[in-house]
């Protein structure tokens, strides 16, 4: 089946910092990637969606300077959380599919992000 | 907009009985839809998914329904296990513009079996 990895697994950061997460297909190449994030108890809410080689789509009230998103190769695509706060600290998922195609997308194992 | 939802949030079964867990959709041009188990601190996994040609699909110990009429999908497992125990979310493929696609999850559902 395809493996999506992300790294890391878990990072602490101070305030005003920033830290980055990727997110790695391993077994297929990637067109697409998505960003979540997900709080204590709730469902996932999609924050941005990935297009290799493009600028990454934003879902309304997601600000595109906190959370910068690179998708530089079809493997490859990284979150960056710029100076960031305690409210920022969350649970982020990326997932990934094959293409522009209405199929299954495959997730990454997620990043619990806390600052401090 | 529209959404997906889910209406039971939490669920408890004893082992071996039979789970259900509902969902209702409402974007009626969906097409395919899945259903992901999570469980705590780890990201989704794949169980099952369905396309709107069909009504019904099998798995391993799982079967989706999909009925398109009153826009309700639901997850039966049969024979709920411990290590069934998890957060189930259904989602929905939705066209975000062009060939693209994006999933939209709803509000999950916690299952708890009880041995």
């Known amino acids: 089946g395809a493996v999506v990895s992300q790294h890391p697994s878990r990072v602490i950061c101070k305030s005003g910092t920033s830290v980055k997460i990727e997110c790695r297909s391993l077994d297929f190449q990637a067109t697409t990637m998505f960003w979540y994030r997900q709080f204590p108890k709730q469902s996932l809410m999609l924050m941005a969606t990935?297009?290799?080689?493009?600028?990454?789509?934003?879902e309304q009230g997601v600000e595109k300077d906190k959370f910068l998103i690179n998708h530089a190769s079809l493997t490859l695509s990284t979150l960056t959380v710029t100076s960031a706060h305690p409210e920022d600290s969350s649970f982020y998922i990326c997932?990934?599919?094959?293409?522009?195609?209405?199929?299954?997308?495959?997730f990454g194992q997620g990043t619990r992000l806390t600052v401090v | 907009g529209e959404s997906v939802g889910l209406h039971l949030p939490t669920l408890s079964v004893q082992e071996g009985d039979n789970s259900i867990i509902n969902c209702a959709y409402s974007n009626s041009a969906s097409d395919y839809f899945i259903w992901y188990k999570q469980e705590s601190g780890k990201g989704p996994q794949f169980i099952i998914d369905i396309r709107s040609n069909m009504d019904k699909r099998q798995g391993q110990r799982v079967t989706v329904l999909l009925n398109k009429t009153v826009k309700h999908l639901s997850l039966q497992i049969a024979a709920t296990q411990p290590g069934d125990s998890a957060v189930y979310f259904c989602a929905e493929n939705t066209n975000s513009g062009g060939s693209n696609y994006k999933l939209t999850f709803g509000k999950g559902t916690l299952l708890t079996v009880n041995p």
């Open positions: 997932s990934a599919s094959r293409g522009n195609e209405n199929t299954e997308a495959f």
């Open positions: 990935s297009n290799e080689g493009s600028k990454a789509t934003y």
